[in-house]
């Protein structure tokens, strides 16, 4: 597993996920209009943002914790069992801190 590889692509993600986050922000600061009906619509989409801007943070959470992983030279190695994480695994699922089994 070339790690300077897996490493640029978590970084490059991760700045998709930062410049997604910073756009739901931005729509989430709008004002409200001032119809009933539309406020109504205007917050049922803030929740759908909320949701999605969750789920970035957490997927930004893990990518963190993978390139914390790199840094330390334990990216690969399985945190309960302390095998080697498959590097199948690990182009499926870059963040992977667990192996097959433990997962």
Do not use: F, H
């Not at 709008?30 to 803030?46: L, N, V």
């Not at 840094?71 to 690990?90: Q, V």
Request: proline share 4%.
């Amino acid at each position: 597993m070339d790690l300077t590889e897996q490493k640029t692509l978590l970084l490059k993600r991760r700045a998709e996920l930062t410049e997604d986050l910073s756009e739901i922000e931005d729509k989430l600061d709008d004002p409200m209009p001032k119809d009933w009906e539309d406020r109504a619509s205007e917050r049922q989409g803030d929740e759908v943002l909320e949701a999605l801007g969750n789920a970035d943070l957490d997927e930004l959470r893990r990518i963190d914790a993978a390139l914390a992983r790199i840094d330390d030279n334990s990216y690969g190695i399985c945190a309960k069992c302390g095998d080697p994480i498959s590097d199948e695994r690990l182009r499926a699922v870059p963040t992977a801190a667990l192996c097959k089994n433990c997962a």
